[in-house]
């Protein structure tokens, strides 16, 4: 086999395998979003496997990437387990963070905004409002990316990549409050509108709106995320 053939084969393996740590990653985010996984549960890379049909370096490689969310924690000697169910007091914390970091990320987006940029952005708010919203996080999931998407593009847009880092960081850990457990989107028309809000905000290229539409969706947000802990069944809030 020459060199060229050798490293086409590296790249198809290489490929194959992240396909594989893709499907893996995307189930186990399935069952642990609609609650099939309980808090506090082992996640056996043996076990996960077998049940997958594939070797134990994929389901590393997706259970890995699932730590860096939150939902699953990894223990020195112990292996993975499902992350413990999240406490109002861990949510102020997050969304105290997210208030100090998120506007700012909007203010300095709307400095720097493109027509392409706007356009991704004008895109993630049209997949958000016409996407399905059904109680299992296979049929809701569209909403979900589009919200995610929405933020991570105005965290790009700045050009500062420490911030993006930052956010990248902070925006992983939203994940472990989506606490849908089978009641599916209960907030997109507060979600979508306020959504809006911040891409007008942005349009406008005034940084005091970006910031100001901003501050307030992730405070409105917040405020459901609260309720939602009173209120069994219930999701927590999209932000």
Known sequence: MTSVEQATTRRSLASSRQMLADHVYDAVLDLLIDGELKAGQALGIDGLARDFGVSQTPVREAL?????????????????????????????????????????????????????????????????????????????????????????????????????????????????????????????????????????????GDPAMARAAMAAHITEARERALQAYDTPGTAAADA
């Not at 109680?135 to 999931?141: C, I, Q, T, W």
């Not at 472990?176 to 509108?193: E, M, P, Q, Y």
Request: aromatic letters at 8%; a negative charge; hydrophobic letters at 40%.
């Open 64 to 204: 890995a990437r699932l730590e860096s969310t939150g939902l699953v924690r990894r223990t020195a000697l112990k292996g993975y387990r499902v992350a413990p169910v999240a406490t109002p007091d861990e949510l102020e914390r997050l969304m105290q963070a997210r208030l100090v970091l998120e506007p700012a990320l909007a203010e300095l987006a709307a400095e720097r905004l493109t027509p392409e940029v706007l356009a991704r952005l004008e895109q993630a708010v049209h997949d958000l409002a016409t996407a399905p919203l059904g109680p299992s996080f296979h049929e809701f999931r569209q909403y979900w990316e589009a919200d995610e998407r929405f933020h991570r593009i105005v965290a790009e847009s700045t050009g500062n990549e420490f911030l993006f880092s930052a956010y990248t960081a902070l925006g992983g850990q939203i994940q472990r409050f989506r606490l849908f457990g089978g009641g599916g989107v209960t907030d997109s028309d507060h979600c979508v509108a306020e959504h809006t809000r911040v891409l007008e905000g942005l349009r406008t």
